[in-house]
């Protein structure tokens, strides 16, 4: 419980043993909230749809930022039907777009110069700056968010996923747009 009262989402892993002591039966007992499922899912399912849509524009670089521009506005319908308000999700999406938005320039130079290896290198010490500086932007938005509207977000592990999933798609899909428009990709 937290101090509200609420019960909070638990994830309760027990071990028994069963059986006799020279033959023993190790059995793993996983037990989850609803809501830990539902997120749960959500995660599972959306990350499917964008290994299968990028697997299928790989080879096209001029569709690839636009594919995820429109995965992004899929994404924003999903969080619709499970009933997430965008209000929940803004500094979430600052988060993603920023992180995603400037790791693809890092990839991408990477890339260019270091070939796959480059790619990766750019793309890991990319992902680490970038995940810092999407963090002082989302944070930043926060604080100005409950300041300016004195409204507190509520993390909420569906919502805040869903929220950097999509920023991140958007941020990626403007970012490759631009990217094979000048000619880098």
Known sequence: MNKKGKRLPKISIRMETKGTKRFPRFL???GASKNFLKALTSLIGVSIVIVAVASAFISKS??????????G???????????IKLRFVYPDLTFGFVDNGVMVFAAIIGGNVGGVAGAIIGGVAGNTITDGLGGFFEGYVSEKQEALTHFKSERKMISSSLGK????????????????????I
């Open 28 to 30: 793993v007992k996983i």
């Open 62 to 71: 001029n569709l690839i930022g636009p594919a995820f521009l429109v995965m």
């Open 73 to 83: 506005l899929v994404s924003f319908l999903f969080m619709g039907v499970m009933g």
């Open 165 to 184: 999933m999509t920023g991140c798609m958007f941020g990626a899909g403007i970012s490759l747009t631009i990217s094979w428009l000048v000619g880098l």
